[in-house]
């Protein structure tokens, strides 16, 4: 499936869409392994749930979200609309400089949404997924 996705997720777009920014879709993203870890290894919470979230200049990104025992979400008090600025600036969240740290103003985030994003930053070719198109 990943060998597809990123063989034809070029060809999915419209020519507007792909003219205004070929960087929409994302290939990868990557997030701090204790940070999520740590969080993660919470008692309340079950399940991983990812969530795929847009930022204002229009590129995709990967939303990492704690769920309880019944598949509910948990969220940080607040969460929602208007949340944050779309770069990666204000709210709750992981990558805040380093991807998939908590910010320093946030000892206890709910939501991990600043991954490192390929494109722009992308793993070195060379592995059974990281041969793909480069643009």
Partial sequence: ???RYQAKMYDILKPEVKAMNP???TISETFNKEAILEYFSRPDI???RIYQGMSVNGEFHSILVGADDKGVDIFPTGYGHGHGDGHGHGGHGGGHGHPGNP???DPDPLVFEDGVRCPTTCPPPGGPLT?????
């Fill in 1 to 3: 499936m990943i060998e």
């Fill in 23 to 25: 960087n929409v879709l």
């Fill in 46 to 48: 079950k399940y991983i």
């Fill in 103 to 105: 910010p320093g103003d």
């Fill in 131 to 135: 041969n793909f198109p480069r643009h």
